[in-house]
């Protein structure tokens, strides 16, 4: 990455804030940043908004798409010499040298930095051409031989010759030690010194070495070639030779494998076909085959394997098979979703039926949850019950013949029901209260006694049982209760009663503590409510999912409808008022028209209040921008507050007559003034754009309204945001006069003397 500074170098940007620019193109007749100035490159930039934003440092530049300019250091601009939040708007990027970085020639011939001070110290690796002045030498030079020189470091001394007084302390010792033939320098810690050593003064021939004869003689020597007379393998190898090349292997033994990253150790590197180990730890798995087996015991009594299809543990000695556990033992599937039996320390014994209990042990016997199929019950001797006795299914394979009333004076509880069954229709159960007081009697009290209750416990069912053509037993209308909230104080019930409809039980009518629902099973079922006179007085079409009344409707609060939900009016539905989540119509979609009718007229306003449009009766219509009047009917056309912006033609007069106007001059020194206004191409800004919806991203023509201001102000507006505009048509009356005064400075050039 180098610092390059080149001509022509500039491109625009759009980019807006404080971060790296991206590059819009070389403008016309200059280089683009990668072309000038290379990517990956340095180089001092400048970055010009049109409302006066600048920055002046040094970025770096990237090939990309776009290509782009990182601002990596600021050294000014117009944010106090930071970085600039940079502003919509198009933008100048050009390679500049900030003068702050300039070195310049003087008018003495001198080189000064940018404040105009002489350089006062030179420092030159290489001077490979020109003269150095007199004046930037010291005032006394060392000698040519050195003697007043005080200080040396010289990288590369090429000839010439230094004083010892000149060297390094330990460099003098060495050039201080008289020169003996093969001797070599040393040094002690100190000093240098000459070694004890004696090398030899030629060198010696191919393959030979050096050795010392142990009195300071070093010589070249042929060593003694020969082989290695014995490999002796040492324990687990195997292997070696007495001569020659000798191979040592690892793992002796059958069934010892040794790879590349383990050792293989079988069941034939023991004595025996079982090994023995003294203890065995293992920080990873033990993989054991299909039917290869963990064996427990000194008979092998207990084996731990898997066949290939099914998982065993064997006892297969005479004592027993124990499985222990510090506090419960678990019976459960692979992953452990499934419970098949818990055995708890000091507590039940559970066993379960697809992941639900069904028996569990207790200290007074045993507790079975559904029913209990026995091929007989024999009792030999007597029963005797001294409490209550529940059971689920008493069987009696022969009569029970009662000639008399069986009373009851306690209560009967029966934990699956009773069934009363008569030959005719006379009434099976009749519930007769002969207490003669005012409280309510006889009375049917379904009890839900819970000793745990929770929220959702059914309370209670009532089912009428019908016969079909194939003799089945099905649930005609049941009538279902639950608790939705067993919390004290909140208590909320439900009920629901189902009908069976087509094959099937439905939910017909819910009630819950929140709503009431009808046709909770959502089957085509009509809903509807008589008046008086109207059977269809309000009607549910459950197969068109619709509502509709016959009756005018009456109601004192607002009326809701959802997002993309409809009033929907006329038979064909042709006037729709709906919201769609983001905004409201009123859409006619029928052939007609769509009216809005107002007595005194008809306001279009925003929901807060602002006036859009005033259609108001026997007066004006009058349209509004930002609650602000900027049109309005009259009975002689309309009246216009601001500017009128057109993108087609525009056919108009203006009121001009002579008889209309007083204090009429010509306009003066129109030539003058014509020649300080400038015709010129532009574009449009971004902002420009934005505000203003009718104009177009192209190339313009046209002036600029404050050059026009300072020659002719009264065709200049400004309008309320500040910004000028131009009545192109009265330029029309400045131009004429500079016609006739060009054409009588031609008149003049053309008869000089008249």
Request: net charge negative.
């Amino acid at each position: 990455m180098a610092l390059v500074v080149n001509d022509r170098v500039k491109e625009t940007s759009t980019t807006t804030g404080t971060g790296t620019i991206s590059l819009g193109g070389a403008v016309q007749g200059f280089e683009t940043f990668v072309a000038g100035i290379g990517n990956s490159n340095t180089t001092y930039y400048s970055i010009v908004n049109a409302n006066g934003e600048f920055e002046v440092g040094l970025g770096t530049v990237t090939d990309a798409t776009p290509d782009t300019l990182a601002r990596t250091t600021v050294i000014s601009s117009s944010n106090s010499d930071s970085a600039v939040n940079f502003s919509a708007g198009s933008k100048d990027v050009f390679c500049t040298l900030p003068a702050s970085k300039a070195v310049i020639k003087d008018a003495s011939g001198n080189i000064v930095a940018n404040n105009g001070s002489n350089l006062t110290a030179l420092n030159a690796s290489n001077l490979a051409s020109g003269t150095v002045p007199d004046a930037r030498f010291p005032a006394t030079l060392p000698a040519a031989n050195g003697s007043a020189l005080t200080a040396l470091n010289a990288s590369n001394l090429a000839s010439g010759t230094v004083a010892n007084a000149r060297l390094d302390a330990q460099l003098q010792d060495v050039a201080g030690l008289a020169t003996t033939s093969g001797k070599i320098i040393q040094g002690d810690g100190s000093n240098f010194t000459l070694s004890a050593y004696t090398l030899p003064t030629s060198d010696g021939s191919s393959s030979q070495v050096l050795t010392t004869d142990g009195s300071g003689a070093v010589t070249f020597q042929t060593p003694t070639v020969g082989d290695i007379t014995s490999v002796v393998a040492g324990s687990g190898l195997t292997g070696g030779a007495t001569s020659g090349a000798a191979t040592l292997n690892v793992g002796a033994g059958t069934g010892v494998t040794v790879n590349a990253d383990d050792i293989a150790i079988g069941q034939s590197v023991a004595t025996s076909a079982s090994p023995t180990f003294a203890g065995l730890t293992t920080t990873a798995d033990i993989n054991f085959g299909d039917n290869d087996k963990a064996i427990f015991g000194a008979g092998s009594d207990l084996q731990i394997f898997h066949d290939g299809s099914n998982s065993y543990i064997s006892d297969t000695a005479t004592g027993d098979l124990r499985i222990r556990g510090s506090s419960a033992i678990k019976f459960e599937d692979n992953n452990g979703s499934e419970t098949f039996a818990i055995f708890n320390d000091n507590g039940a014994v559970e066993l379960y039926h697809d992941n639900s209990k069904k028996f569990e042990t207790a200290s007074g016997g045993v507790t079975v949850t559904g029913e209990v199929a026995a091929t007989s019950l024999d009792i030999s001797g007597d029963i005797d019950v001294d409490g209550t006795t529940n059971l689920d299914v008493v069987d009696i394979d022969g009569a029970v013949d009662m000639a008399s009333t069986l009373q009851v004076d306690g209560a009967i509880t029966s934990s699956a029901g009773a069934t009363i069954t008569t030959a005719d229709n006379a009434a099976q159960l009749t519930l007769v209260s002969t207490d003669a007081d005012a409280s309510s009697g006889p009375r049917l009290s379904l009890s839900r006694d819970s000793s745990s209750p929770a929220n959702n416990d059914f309370l209670g069912n009532i089912q009428f049982i019908m016969k079909n053509d194939a003799g089945e037993s099905l649930s005609a209308v049941a009538l279902d209760t639950r608790i939705i909230d067993v919390a004290d104080g909140s208590e909320d019930a439900q009920i629901q009663f189902y009908v069976r409809t087509a094959g099937a039980v439905v939910d017909r009518f819910n009630i819950l503590n929140t709503e009431v629902v009808v046709n909770d099973g959502s089957i085509d079922s009509d809903f509807r409510v008589e008046s008086n006179n109207q059977a269809n007085a309000f009607k549910i079409d459950a197969g068109n999912d619709t509502a509709s009344f016959a009756v005018p409707i009456t109601t004192t609060e607002n009326i809701n409808f959802g997002d993309s939900d409809k009033a929907i009016f006329g038979d064909g539905g042709d006037l729709e008022i709906y919201h769609e989540g983001s905004h409201s119509f009123i859409d006619d979609t029928g052939t007609g028209r769509l009216y809005l009718r107002g007595n005194d007229g008809v306001y279009i306003q925003r929901y807060t209040g602002e006036d859009m449009i005033k259609a108001i009766a026997d007066g004006a219509v009058e349209l509004y921008h930002n609650n602000a009047k900027k049109l309005e009917t009259t009975s002689g056309g309309v009246d216009v507050t601001g500017a009128i912006t057109a993108t087609g033609d525009v056919t108009a007069f203006s009121t001009s007559d002579k008889s209309l106007k007083k204090n009429v001059v010509n306009i003066d020194s129109a030539l003058d003034k014509v020649s300080k206004i400038n015709g010129v191409y532009y574009d449009w800004t971004e902002e420009a754009l934005e505000k203003n919806k009718h104009l177009k991203a192209e190339k313009e023509v046209g002036v600029i309204a404050q050059d026009v201001e300072k020659v002719l102000p009264e065709i200049v507006a400004t309008r309320d945001d500040g910004t000028k505009a131009v009545k192109y048509e009265r330029l029309c009356a400045l131009l004429i006069e500079s016609v006739k005064e060009l054409k009588q400075e031609i008149e003049l050039l053309k008869n000089p003397g008249a």
